[in-house]
């Protein structure tokens, strides 16, 4: 069964300043996405980022940038200039190729700091 | 991007009482629509998949005839939590994605559900 684990439940950045948060997950596939998304107080769940297993090069988007490690299962999502509003639950999640169910880290509040 | 809409956005209701929550894809067709439950601070707890047509596949531990699944078109879903007790107080989020990979999953705003 594949797994998504986030080990830091908690982090705080100063504005400005750049912040990693941790993912691993666990699986047999060969095909399968990895994903982070962003849950602001008002809840709606927003996706930062995408990255396909078979795509060696990281994916960016803006300020946001992942750094995936297949072998090491390993799938961090960097957030440079940290902005007041990056403040959030930051969820890592996993799906398989062929399977359309997302398996979800616990999350990691994140909060940035005038 | 692609739009999911929830209906209501929060509802208080009486306990043993029946409340329906819509989710709808406003510009694209979803062929699967995910319903997931959502305590304070915890992650997303998925509860059932819905495929426009067929019976909702359930999660372990969820109780389907507490928790009724429609898919009846490829833009409606619907959540009624039946006779609903305090314990269903929760924060409900659907999902909904198209029938084409990578087979993206949509969020809609969420329906916070309080029973008195």
């Known amino acids: 069964a594949q797994t998504v684990t986030q080990s830091q439940p908690e982090m705080s950045v100063q504005e400005a300043e750049t912040v990693t948060l941790s993912c691993t997950y666990d699986?047999?596939?060969?095909?399968?996405?990895l994903f982070w998304y962003k849950q602001p107080p008002s809840r709606q769940m927003i996706l930062v980022i995408r990255?396909?297993?078979?795509k060696q090069q990281n994916a960016t988007e803006n300020r946001f940038s992942v750094n995936f490690q297949k072998a090491a299962k390993s799938f961090s999502l960097k957030i440079s200039d940290s902005q007041l509003g990056d403040t959030a639950m930051y969820f890592c999640?996993?799906?398989?190729?062929?399977?359309?169910?997302?398996?979800w880290g616990l999350g990691t509040s994140l909060a940035v700091n005038p | 991007g692609a739009v999911v809409s929830q209906h209501p956005s929060w509802v208080i209701c009486k306990s043993g009482t029946s409340v329906k929550i819509e989710c709808r894809s406003l510009?694209?067709?979803?062929?699967?629509m995910f319903w997931y439950r959502q305590f304070p601070k915890q992650s997303l707890m998925l509860m059932a998949t819905?495929?426009?047509?067929?019976?909702?596949?359930?999660e372990q531990g969820v109780e389907k005839d507490k928790f009724l699944i429609n898919h009846a078109s490829l833009t409606l879903s619907t959540l009624t939590v039946t006779s609903a007790h305090p314990e269903d107080s929760s924060f409900y989020i659907c999902s909904a994605s198209g029938p084409f990979p990578p087979y993206e999953q949509y969020f809609g705003p969420g329906t916070r559900l309080t029973v008195t």
């Open positions: 990255q396909e297993a078979y």
């Open positions: 819905s495929n426009e047509g067929s019976k909702a596949t359930y």
């Open positions: 699986t047999s596939e060969n095909n399968y996405y």
């Open positions: 999640a996993f799906r398989a190729g062929n399977n359309r169910k997302l398996i």
């Open positions: 510009d694209f067709q979803a062929t699967t």
